[in-house]
Nanobody
Framework: QVQLVESGGGLVQPGGSLRLSCTASGSIFSINAMGWYRQASGKERGWVAT?????SYADSVKGRFTISRDNAKNTVYLQMNSLKPEDTAVYYC??????????????WGQGTQVTVSS
């Protein structure tokens, strides 16, 4: 009923920047929150950042990453600066949605690979 499509991943050198995007589409009445998670190889998926009326961040990315949202486009962005090799992971978009018909549900994107390496 709702699809999340991510883009913007890739290979970047340490200290570089990338911007991830995630657009939601489908039977959406409202999007209550959007966020980003990441999963490094061999590790569990972990929270990176969330945006509702305000933004919150994991300590590991605070001051380097910025989450923002374009409500008109149902799109969330993650600007990642000063990237480190330990930021290498598959990044997943997440959305908490109220569907048409007023049922709440939670959705994930397919993931986009971010690799930080020289």
């Amino acid at each position: 009923q709702v699809q999340l499509v991510e883009s913007g991943g890739g290979l970047v050198q340490p200290g570089g920047s990338l911007r991830l995007s995630c657009t939601a589409s489908g039977s959406i009445f409202s999007i209550n929150a959007m966020g980003w998670y990441r999963q490094a190889s061999g590790k569990e998926r972990g929270w990176v950042a969330t945006i509702t009326s305000g933004a919150s961040y994991a300590d590991s990315v605070k001051g380097r990453f910025t989450i923002s949202r374009d409500n008109a486009k149902n799109t969330v962005y993650l600007q990642m600066n000063s990237l480190k090799p330990e930021d290498t992971a598959v990044y997943y978009c997440n959305a908490a949605v109220t569907l048409l018909g007023y049922r709440d549900d939670n959705y994930w994107g397919q993931g986009t690979q971010v690799t930080v390496s020289s």
